[in-house]
């Protein structure tokens, strides 16, 4: 059974760095093929992707307008993987997701999602 | 980055009903090579995850029913309910992965009339 749960805090204060863990079982990223990608959604607004990295070591990849922002990494002995993003501002409070694909395919499992406020 | 976008953002159908809902992309997503189409659209009711409910643009997902179908290829695809039951109320997303970063359509709204 494949699970992600996204872990982080729920509020961080503008210009801080938000760190958020996905935390998977029921899969390796070792496997090729398999992708573990970070998305958020605002409240009421659509789906945005930020970032994916891949079952290869050197492979990431980052949205082309936060891509100054965002790092992601993985840690495959722990089976996370890890996104951080620089200089928080109240427009990025949203409900951030992991979500996993297999086989260059689409986003076939989904973490529940953790929402995070960016407020002073 | 590929565009796409979704038609209508609403829409209120009654039980039993058809509903259909449209994606555009940008450029064409059909592999040539393979002739996959790269789009998947997705559920998501209110407050829980996306849920995939059809791959290369025509293929249902486990365990997803036979009411939900997807039609299309290139940039031109549609997403059908074909008798719309009151678990059918969601948002439903379009979503390419023919280029390495994802986009998603903006979503539609499905309601009961």
């Known amino acids: 059974q494949v699970t992600l749960k996204e872990s982080g805090p729920a509020v961080v204060k503008p210009t801080q760095t938000l760190t958020l863990t996905c935390t998977f079982s029921?899969?390796?990223?070792?496997?090729?093929?398999?992708?573990v990608n970070w998305l958020r959604q605002p409240p009421g607004k659509a789906l945005e992707w930020l970032a994916r990295?891949?079952?290869?070591?050197?492979?990431?990849l980052y949205s082309t307008s936060l891509k100054s922002r965002l790092t992601i990494f993985k840690d495959t002995s722990k089976n996370q993987v890890v996104l951080t993003m620089t200089n928080m501002d109240p427009v990025d409070t949203a409900t951030y997701f992991c979500?996993?694909?297999?086989?260059?395919?689409?986003?076939?499992?989904w973490g529940q999602g953790t929402l995070v406020t960016v407020s002073s | 980055d590929i565009v796409m976008t979704q038609s209508p953002d609403s829409l209120a159908v009654s039980l039993g009903e058809r509903a259909t809902i449209n994606c555009k992309s940008s450029?064409?997503?059909?592999?040539?090579?393979?002739?996959?189409?790269?789009l998947a659209w997705y559920q998501q009711k209110a407050g829980q995850p996306p849920k995939l409910l059809i791959s290369?643009?025509?293929t249902r997902g486990i365990g997803v029913p036979d009411r939900f179908s997807g039609s299309g290829s290139g940039t031109d695809f549609t997403l059908t309910i074909s008798s719309l039951q009151a678990e059918d109320v969601a948002l439903y997303y379009c979503?390419?992965?023919?280029?390495?970063?994802?986009?998603f359509g903006g979503g539609t709204k499905v309601e009961i009339k």
């Open positions: 979503q390419q992965y023919y280029s390495p970063r994802l986009t």
């Open positions: 450029q064409s997503i059909l592999y040539s090579s393979n002739n996959n189409n790269y």
């Open positions: 029921g899969f390796s990223l070792t496997t090729r093929g398999t992708r």
């Open positions: 979500a996993a694909s297999r086989q260059l395919g689409p986003l076939d499992y």
């Open positions: 990295i891949d079952w290869d070591d050197n492979d990431e």
């Open positions: 290369w643009a025509s």
